[in-house]
């Protein structure tokens, strides 16, 4: 085999390798928050006013039926009963609301295989009683 050639099947050898790490790499990072029957979000709030928040993870990505669990990481906030609204089908609230308003649970049976499901998160400042303005966020079911 001629340099030039050796050359070209290496730099092609280098960017297959290269491709196939970046897939495990991508592939890893979305099954993440997902183990033992359940999908783990964090919600943030920065501001209640603004509706400013975040989910950790965003999107939450589900492989397979299972039961998302958000879990509020800011005190003083809580999820009233539509804490969490899901704009798709298959998604059930069970139990809804639980862990003295920390966390709302959802059963997602995964026949919603859209790759952008958005769904608005609710909390309520416990302070005052106000409502937040709400935030919209993804699930991607895989």
Same mark, same amino acid.
Not at 65 to 77: L, S
Not at 85 to 104: D, E, M, Q, T
């Given at each position: 085999?001629?340099?030039?050639?050796?050359?070209?099947?290496?730099?092609?050898?280098?960017?297959?390798?290269?491709?196939?790490?970046?897939?495990?790499? +991508?592939?890893? #990072?979305?099954?993440?928050?997902? &183990?033992?029957?359940?999908? @783990?979000?964090? *919600?943030?709030?920065?501001?209640?006013?603004?509706?400013?928040?975040?989910?950790?993870?965003?999107?939450?990505?589900?492989?397979?039926?299972?039961?998302?669990?958000?879990?509020?990481?800011?005190?003083?906030?809580?999820?009233?009963?539509?804490?969490?609204?899901?704009?798709? +089908?298959?998604? #059930?609230?069970?139990?809804?609301? &639980?862990?003295?308003?920390? @966390?709302?649970? *959802?059963?997602?049976?995964?026949?919603?295989?859209?790759?952008?499901?958005?769904?608005?998160?609710?909390?309520?400042?416990?302070?005052?009683?106000?409502?937040?303005?709400?935030?919209?966020?993804?699930?991607?079911?895989?």
């Amino acid at each position: 085999m001629n340099p030039t050639a050796r050359r070209k099947v290496f730099r092609s050898g280098w960017i297959l390798a290269a491709t196939w790490c970046g897939l495990l790499i +991508s592939t890893q #990072a979305d099954a993440a928050p997902c &183990n033992a029957g359940v999908c @783990k979000a964090d *919600v943030t709030v920065q501001s209640c006013e603004s509706g400013t928040m975040s989910v950790d993870p965003e999107p939450i990505t589900v492989p397979a039926p299972n039961n998302i669990e958000w879990t509020i990481a800011t005190p003083g906030y809580s999820f009233p009963q539509d804490g969490i609204v899901i704009n798709g +089908s298959g998604f #059930a609230p069970r139990p809804g609301v &639980n862990g003295n308003g920390r @966390k709302f649970t *959802v059963h997602d049976d995964h026949t919603d295989k859209r790759p952008d499901i958005k769904y608005t998160v609710r909390v309520v400042r416990d302070a005052d009683g106000v409502t937040c303005a709400p935030y919209d966020p993804r699930i991607r079911n895989l």
